[in-house]
């Protein structure tokens, strides 16, 4: 079945540092691929997502490239904030289908933390 | 605009006992998921939805039941907790393949 792997945490990091949290994948087909963010005692969030392979998905200065030749979507950004600390989760869908209709698969989530 | 609303916030159960979670979106999805989430474990996909009046099972779907009348709500029913239901459960909504989640209840069973 599909699966995700993401690197463990807690990753701290010091502000203005560079972030890469590593992300890969098993999957049949064409899933989509997806990064989610979860602050403290919420839900889940969307923060990027890309369809197919070579797509790079960005929001709030993140990027994640979507890699089919090694199975990888890594999560970067360039300088981190101490209000980017939460848990960020990578997921796939559609891994049979292209389509999402069958519920997401997630990766463990890696906790991500920024000191002043 | 609400979103997926998620309804209790907090709940504690004796073992035994019974309860429901609702989840609403008003959002007009077609799709419709509980998830639960455990230290350590990411979240698992529990049951889901492709529209009123179908559900399906997904990754650890023994111990629940759901339903799904209206294209609104959908609600997870727990029949006879057990302490190893005890774990903070997400409702997601989706109309393609971008999920939407709901702030989530956290249930403790005794």
């Known amino acids: 079945g599909d699966s995700v792997t993401q690197m463990e945490g807690p990753v701290t990091l010091s502000e203005e540092a560079f972030l890469t949290i590593n992300c890969t994948y098993t999957a049949t087909g064409y899933p989509s691929l997806f990064w989610y963010v979860q602050y403290p005692g919420e839900g889940l969030q969307l923060l990027l997502k890309?369809?197919?392979?070579?797509d790079k998905g960005s929001n709030k200065g993140f990027e994640a490239t979507y890699r089919k030749e090694t199975t990888s979507f890594h999560l970067e950004k360039g300088s981190v904030q101490v209000s980017d600390s939460a848990v960020y989760f990578c997921?796939?869908?559609?891994?049979?289908?292209?389509?999402?209709?069958?519920?997401?698969?997630f990766g463990k989530g890696t906790h991500l933390i920024i000191q002043p | 605009n609400a979103g997926v609303t998620q309804t209790p916030k907090f709940r504690v159960l004796k073992t035994g006992q019974s309860m429901t979670l609702l989840c609403a979106q008003d959002m007009n999805h077609e799709y419709m998921y509980w998830y639960r989430q455990d230290p350590g474990m990411g979240l698992r996909l529990i049951h889901y939805s492709v529209g009123e009046g179908t559900t399906a099972k997904g990754e650890v779907p023994d111990g629940y039941n759901v339903s799904r009348l209206k294209k609104q709500n959908f609600l997870l029913g727990l029949e006879s907790a057990a302490p190893s239901q005890t774990s903070v459960y997400f409702c997601?909504?989706?109309?393609?393949?971008?999920?939407?989640f709901g702030p989530g209840t956290r249930l403790t069973v005794l």
């Open positions: 890309a369809t197919k392979a070579d």
């Open positions: 997921a796939l869908s559609g891994g049979y289908s292209g389509g999402g209709a069958d519920g997401l698969t």
């Open positions: 997601a909504s989706s109309g393609g393949d971008t999920q939407y």
